[in-house]
């Protein structure tokens, strides 16, 4: 498996409280995504980052925001909790040097976030 | 925007028996991935299609990419217990955002 960390692994939070959840990879790859997984949504693209302070909206990026002053950290804060963003969220990376498209992505172990 | 449709949802097999999932794109793909997830897991990738019309073989997984490179499916030959999961497939028109489908999870009754 890909040096891809998320913690923290497991979180219960009530609503309103802001939350950051934290990706860490040590594979230097120059992309980094936010995915949010919930049954019959399959995975939902919230935020990705294409280098050290860029980044860009995915479909549901409303009440997510994200920051990468590192290659090796995408911190993802959800400003105040609500309890529609209960779900399992996964980081993944890609390197970015195919010329056909997106590369493979390698996910991380996810988080699992509930909001009461 | 750009849609990504996957059926089934749900696919209940006896082991041995073959199980095909079938994704659909709104838009013209550049490429098609493919992944698997355990139950309790992460998604991991299986394979990438790039080619009109290709095909490729990952010993009983069979997985093509249409004519129009508007569909794809995944084909598993005699199913074992070790398919369980859900199979993911994954659209892009180029750039680096990928459109995932919602998945077929594969039930294998021994």
């Known amino acids: 498996d890909a040096g891809i960390t998320q913690s923290p692994r497991h979180k219960v939070t009530e609503t309103g409280t802001p939350v950051t959840l934290r990706c860490h990879q040590t594979e230097n790859h120059r992309y980094m995504y936010w995915y949010r997984q919930d049954p019959g949504h399959g995975l939902r693209l919230i935020h990705y980052s294409y280098g050290v302070k860029d980044t860009d909206k995915g479909e549901v990026s409303d009440g997510y925001s994200v920051s990468r002053s590192k290659t090796e950290d995408f911190l993802l804060t959800l400003e105040s909790a609500t309890s529609s963003q209960t779900s399992v969220y996964f980081c993944a990376i890609s390197s970015g040097t195919s010329n056909t498209g997106a590369d493979t992505q390698y996910f991380g172990p996810g988080t699992r976030l509930t909001v009461l | 925007g750009q849609q990504v449709m996957q059926i089934p949802q749900y696919q209940h097999v006896q082991e041995g028996e073959d199980f095909t999932t079938y994704c659909n794109s709104s838009t013209t793909l550049s490429n098609i991935q493919w992944y698997k997830q355990r139950p309790g897991g992460h998604p991991v990738f299986l394979i990438q299609l790039v080619k009109s019309g290709e095909v490729k073989k990952q010993k009983r997984l069979t997985f093509q990419f249409g004519e129009a490179k508007k569909n794809s499916s995944l084909h598993i030959t005699a199913t074992q217990t070790t398919d369980v999961g859900t199979y993911f497939c994954?659209?892009?028109?180029?750039?680096?955002?990928?459109?995932f489908g919602a998945g077929t999870r594969l039930f294998v009754k021994a």
């Open positions: 994954a659209g892009n028109t180029g750039g680096f955002k990928t459109i």
